[in-house]
DNA sequence: ATGTTTTCTTGACCAAAGTCAACCATTTCT
DNA sequence: AGAAATGGTTGACTTTGGTCAAGAAAACAT
């Protein structure tokens, strides 16, 4: 399998160049993060973690894409946020408040990941000065995300939100389906075929 | 000014209670941190950061109390949070970017505050893990505050959030005009006063 | 107390997105 | 190839919140 190897190595490299971005990690910083990381492979529409659930992982994407999404009583789905390879996916807000996720996380195809248990997670951060620091800047770094979606649903109309998405990330339009978009959109189906539509 | 510094000792230590709960400090640690906090006051209507400036340093509230909101083009304002005595008020967003403000901060009573400047801030980052550790904690508390908020918008009516208001802060609806609450919910005041007449 | 702002309410109308339903188009399965 | 499932479009109608305008009520200043 040097395959298999290989591309290991390259998410290694991949998280390791990620992580140099925020902050420096010296070697004996960067070993014992990278020995707490285990690998496994998720099938497509497989849920790594599931509403209700606490969560107790965060996870590199090697390959392959996850939906983060959240299902309502009538059982309509709002998607959060989108993950493909070289991110990050976890609940973290379920991570650091140990309540059940009020989202479902879900493979859009087969994919590999590498994860790391909170519990290590947590254990790394009070080791190691840098790591808390990472944890820092990658929590302010979520607060950044969130804090400008909030921004867009607050002032934006629906069509701005989707120019802007275009203009952000139009891969992502090839690679999901438009009711998905439509659902990050916080529009029905029905409405962004109508945006289009009208262009 | 006896009840000016007994008041003084009550915010620092109203602080230290306020950070020993995310993480416990040593009285260096804390020595460190209070010696870089400088006392000024602030009067009714006066901004303390405009839309457009950088923001240089966070305030904690000794008495008195801010809003942040943002100013559409059109001159609407939109109300994005409250602080009151107790609460730390910045836009840590353009602090950790170093980018302007697309928020005001102004008191709506005469205030006194605290603040501490971030260079300082980033200083004490590096110096001190335990610090470090604090802001990865606040970093921490800014995104579940702002990630819920967007729950709100996305998942409830206007009236569940007025509901939802109500049951977690009615001292709030006594202390701030009902047009600034409208705001924070995301509605014109005309459709606050409809949702209130029909309960 | 009186007059002046400021804040809140109500009504008539409008615009934007949702709902429901029918119908294409495309992909997938056998 | 043909059937079935999935995804996307369009039309008629409804619902919700916004807009504009008039007044009532409350807060504040002199």
């Given at each position: ?8 190595l390259?998410?290694?490299?991949a998280?390791?160049q990620?992580f ?13 993060f ?8 998720v099938k497509?529409?497989e849920?790594i973690l599931?509403l ?15 939906r983060?999404?959240h299902?309502?009583e009538?059982g ?5 946020a989108?993950?493909?390879a ?10 650091i408040?140990n309540?059940?996720?009020?989202h ?16 290590d997670?947590?254990?790394l951060y009070?080791?190691f ?7 820092r800047?990658?929590?302010e ?8 979606r909030?921004?867009?649903?607050l002032?934006e109309?629906?069509?701005e939100?989707?120019?802007a998405?275009l ?5 992502l339009?090839?690679e ?9 959109l ?5 409405t962004?075929?109508?945006i289009r539509?009208?262009?």
């Open positions: 399998m040097a395959a298999g190897l290989a591309r290991y390259a998410s290694m490299e998280i390791r990620y140099n971005q925020l902050v420096p990690l010296e070697d004996a910083e960067w070993q014992a990278a020995a707490c990381l285990t690998k496994r492979t497509r529409k849920k599931l209700g659930q606490v969560c107790h992982e965060v996870c590199f994407i090697e390959s392959g894409s996850f983060f999404f299902e309502r009538d309509s789905e709002w998607v959060t989108f993950f493909f070289g991110d990050f996916v976890t609940n973290y807000r379920s991570v408040t309540q059940p996720s009020s479902h996380i879900e493979a859009m195809q087969d994919a590999v990941i590498l994860s790391i248990q909170k519990a997670l947590f254990r009070l080791e000065h840098a790591l808390d620091r990472l944890g800047r990658i929590a770094g979520l607060y950044l995300t969130v804090a400008h909030l921004d867009a649903f002032y109309s629906p069509e939100r989707y120019e998405l203009q952000r990330n139009s891969r339009l090839n999901v389906p438009q009711y998905m978009i439509a659902s990050y916080g529009v029905k189906p029905e962004l075929s109508r539509a009208r262009r």
